[in-house]
């Protein structure tokens, strides 16, 4: 998978999931404030990117995760490591 | 206190309507909500037979967050809900500025619970189950997740009682406001309609085989009954303080007047006439009304060669003078369990505000016990001024609801 296609999927689950306009996922703006996310969403987002890429995010994970560049960069490592894994 | 306490607002989702106009229709024209679910064969049930209910599309109505914790009795108990408060002309805005408490009827989320269990033996690790899941699970999915949706500050829990939660939960509902500890009150039930929810139920034996004819297949007080069909849906009732009603412009649609209850102290499963009797005695003694007075009679009747001989000889022991008007509109929606007190509320209300009473259709032959009672084998242009309706559960929990018309 592409790292454009992993930023693709992201963002067409997050409209789709999250509801959130399209026009208003940009890189450089704050994922938590974009879609509006309280506790109960980030088990939902855990749920969603476990379903789409087949890993599990660990709580701790997000800590670091501001921006959805940020995310994109996060999700690409992780399906990078599961692929050489 | 002794407040009078009125009903202001009606909603419904079920088999025989997603709205009240629907419903009314199918009451009056007769029309059966039943058909197969093949699933239900495909997991190894007796019978397959069900009520049809469709499911809401809540994308567009609801944000995510509020979507994710219905269940799905939740999900019929908010599309029921937005309609009773819609004509009970009860705005977001009012609501959040007062006093406005709910009491559901509910006694399982068997879907939500097994997708859970399934998914964890699956996974291997609870996290995936995702936020929601927990607040599909717990029996009072519709109370607290509706309490969140509609901002509301009153009273705020689920009547667990077996297929009479529906209906204590409006006696209970009357009883706060009588009493003056509430004004504004959600009352109703709910019922999920899945295989999950039945299996249980199915393995007693109680449900009708006569597959190859749906429609005929819910036949309460006829004497070829075979069994009763699962149904569901849900079903709102909204109960006010008399005086507030009118302050705040409320519609009054009639007033409730007694409720009765009792528990047979006897069989987990087999109904008691004693005891019903009691509820009955109780609900009229309550309304300070005597059995005359009673001009139809929505009865609990379910189908089942028990269940319905107790209740017509306990309706012939208290109404054997008077002899009103008796359907069970379970021969036409089949059992709709935790909802069904609720409903059967609705049901009536819609015949009292109409002038008619429904038809208990299937009943071709009367069995020894119902040929005692006046069964309406047909739609029977009627005016209601005062309807009982009653709801009996496992564990011989008894409840019957007396309203009457407001003139």
């Known amino acids: 998978m592409t790292q454009e296609e992993i930023i693709s999927k992201i963002n067409e689950f997050l409209v789709e999931e999250f509801e959130v306009d399209a026009e208003k996922i940009i890189p450089t703006s704050n994922l938590r404030e974009t879609l509006d996310l309280d506790s109960l969403d980030y088990v939902d987002l855990v749920v969603i990117i476990e379903s789409n890429f087949g890993f599990k995010v660990v709580a701790e994970d997000f800590i670091n995760i501001h921006t959805f560049q940020d995310f994109y960069d996060y999700v690409n490592r992780k399906v990078a490591e599961k692929a050489t894994a | ?407």
């Open chain 2, 1 to 407: 206190m002794n407040n009078r306490v009125v009903i202001t607002g009606l909603g419904i989702w079920g088999c025989l309507g997603k709205n009240l106009d629907e419903v009314k229709e199918s009451l009056y024209t007769g029309k059966s909500g039943i058909g197969m679910d093949m699933e239900r064969k495909a997991w190894g049930y007796r019978s397959g037979l069900t009520g049809i209910v469709e499911a809401p599309q809540l994308k567009g109505l609801l944000d995510r967050r509020a979507r994710v914790g219905l269940s799905e009795e939740a999900e019929y108990a908010y599309m029921a809900t937005i309609e009773a408060m819609k004509n009970a002309k009860m705005e977001m805005d009012w609501v959040e500025k007062n006093e406005v408490g709910i009491l559901y009827g509910n006694d399982s989320s068997a879907k939500a619970v097994s997708e859970a269990i399934d998914t964890i033996r699956a996974k291997k690790d609870t996290t995936l189950l995702g936020s929601g899941s927990i607040f599909q699970s717990m029996n009072c999915t519709v109370t607290m997740n509706l309490s969140t949706i509609f901002k509301l500050k009153g009273i705020n829990f689920t009547i667990s009682a077996a297929c009479a939660s529906g209906s204590h939960s409006i006696g209970l509902g009357y009883l706060m406001i009588k009493w003056g500890l509430q004004k504004h009150i959600i009352c109703g039930g709910a019922q999920e309609v899945n295989p999950f929810a039945f299996g249980s139920f199915d393995g007693l034996s109680a449900f009708s085989i006569r597959e190859n004819d749906p429609t005929k297949a819910s036949r309460p007080f006829d004497r070829d009954r075979d069994g009763l069909v699962p149904s569901g849906g849900a079903a709102t009732v909204i109960l006010e303080d008399y005086e507030s009603a009118v302050k705040r412009g409320a519609p009054i649609l009639a007033e409730v007047i007694g409720y009765g209850f009792s528990s047979n102290g006897d069989h987990i499963s087999n109904s008691n006439v004693d005891g019903q009797v009691r509820s009955l005695n109780m609900a009229l003694d309550g309304a300070g009304i005597k059995a005359a007075d009673i001009d139809y009679i929505n009865a609990h009747a379910t189908s089942t060669p028990g269940g319905d001989r107790t209740e017509a000889q306990a309706i012939d022991m208290v109404f054997g003078e008077t002899r009103p008007l008796v359907s069970s509109t379970k021969s036409m929606t089949g059992h709709e369990c935790w909802m069904a007190g609720a409903s059967e509320i609705v049901y009536s209300m819609l015949m009292m505000q109409n002038n008619f009473v429904a038809p208990n259709i299937n009943f071709e032959n009367p069995d020894e016990a119902s040929a005692k009672l006046n069964i309406a084998t047909k739609t029977t242009e009627k005016n209601i001024d005062v309807f009982l309706s009653n709801s009996f559960g496992f564990g011989g929990t008894n409840s019957s609801l007396i309203v009457k018309k407001i003139k």
